[in-house]
Nanobody
Framework: QVQLVESGGGLVQAGGSLRLSCAAS????????MGWFRQAPGKEREFVAA????????VYADSVKGRFTISRDNAENTVYLQMNGLKPEDTAVYYC???????????????????WGKGTLVTVSS
């Protein structure tokens, strides 16, 4: 079955950096668009970034554009989220997600995703 396991979260000061990883298994990783989403306490889950199956296209939420970078290594079945210039408002649980269908283009809503990891907590102190 599909498994998505996030890691790399933690506590960091404002202005700092973290790199999240998502190890995928149970499906042909290189055929799926992958995404990162986040959910802060009391808020809905929101889109952060997505990357197409071969890494040719990426898209970002306006709130993270220029600070976060999504990438993937299909040989390692892993997708990454490099987060620089972190702000307190980036505090959230970050989730990795697999698109509902293979060979799709770039998609960026939670309704387009079919499987989710359990999340990793990122806390940014001011």
């Amino acid at each position: 079955q599909v498994q998505l396991v996030e890691s790399g979260g933690g506590l960091v000061q404002a202005g700092g950096s973290l790199r999240l990883s998502c190890a995928a298994s149970g499906f042909t990783f290189s055929t799926y668009t992958m995404g990162w989403f986040r959910q802060a306490p009391g808020k809905e889950r929101e889109f952060v970034a997505a990357i197409t199956r071969l890494g040719g296209s990426t898209v970002y939420a306006d709130s993270v554009k220029g600070r976060f970078t999504i990438s993937r290594d299909n040989a390692e079945n892993t997708v990454y989220l490099q987060m620089n210039g972190l702000k307190p408002e980036d505090t959230a649980v970050y989730y990795c997600a697999q698109d509902r269908a293979p060979y799709s283009g770039i998609r960026s809503t939670k309704f387009d995703m079919g499987n989710w990891g359990k999340g990793t907590l990122v806390t940014v102190s001011s």
